[in-house]
């Protein structure tokens, strides 16, 4: 499968622990993106890479977010002190090229914070 | 998504035509799209137009775009149970601004 894959698909963790999500973009994708999905709501952009250069990053990330690209291929999303308002889908999409218009987004993350 | 609008919910009979619309905003979108969401699942991209076209077909689905009104709209012919799922619509506003404005979807339900 070439697709943008996520793992895990799901998350259940308890009110003050942090969780790692990983994102594997589809190969040779060079944009990889990160949107917040809650129920009944369409996903929100929190942040994006451009190879290993992290070049935007929504409001809605808090000092509390972390994401990572280190090599330029998987990003990983990081959430310290889970609150139960981070409870929600994790997408991660990949592009290839310099303007981003077609993404292509993977399974997601759904987290449930207790 | 306050600035990408589209009804929340649509009722279709088996084999008749989808009609789903979108307003947007912001007239120095780009890029609109239309993407499926079935249930559990991540967004699959259905089809897109750019800003400066004003229809796109592809197999059962057009999209039409009304660049004065900010209106896009997406027709599913022949509507099949398998077309049942989640679209929103969404744009991207400039060739720098890299994120996607998604609407809150529209739950499309196939009636047999």
């Known amino acids: 499968d070439t697709g943008v894959s996520q793992d895990p698909r799901h998350k259940i963790t308890k009110r003050g622990q942090n969780v790692t999500f990983r994102c594997d973009p589809i190969?040779?994708?060079?944009?990889l993106y990160w949107y917040r999905q809650t129920l009944g709501q369409g996903p929100e952009f929190l942040t994006y890479?451009?190879?290993?250069?992290?070049?935007?990053k929504s409001r809605l990330l808090s000092d509390r977010f972390s994401a990572e690209r280190p090599k330029g291929s998987f990003s990983t999303l990081e959430i310290q002190r889970t609150e139960q308002g981070d409870s929600a889908m994790y997408l991660c999409?990949?592009?290839?090229?310099?303007?981003?218009?077609?993404?292509?987004f993977g399974p997601g993350t759904r987290l449930t914070v207790t | 998504g306050e600035d990408v609008e589209q009804s929340l919910f649509l009722s279709v009979r088996e084999g008749d035509s989808s009609v789903i619309n979108c307003t947007y905003t912001d007239s120095s979108s780009t890029y609109l799209y239309w993407y499926k969401q079935e249930p559990g699942a991540g967004l699959q991209l259905l089809t897109y137009?750019?800003?400066?076209?004003d229809m796109k077909q592809d197999q059962r689905l057009t999209v039409l775009l009304n660049k004065k009104d900010k209106h896009l709209s997406l027709r599913i012919a022949d509507t099949q149970t398998g077309d049942s799922a989640i679209y929103f619509c969404?744009?991207?506003?400039?060739?720098?601004?890299?994120?996607?404005?998604f609407g809150k979807g529209t739950r499309l339900h196939i009636l047999p």
């Open positions: 969404a744009e991207k506003r400039t060739n720098r601004d890299d994120k996607i404005i």
């Open positions: 137009i750019f800003s400066n076209m």
């Open positions: 999409a990949s592009s290839l090229g310099d303007s981003g218009y077609e993404q292509y």
């Open positions: 890479f451009q190879n290993e250069a992290q070049l935007e």
């Open positions: 190969s040779e994708h060079n944009r």
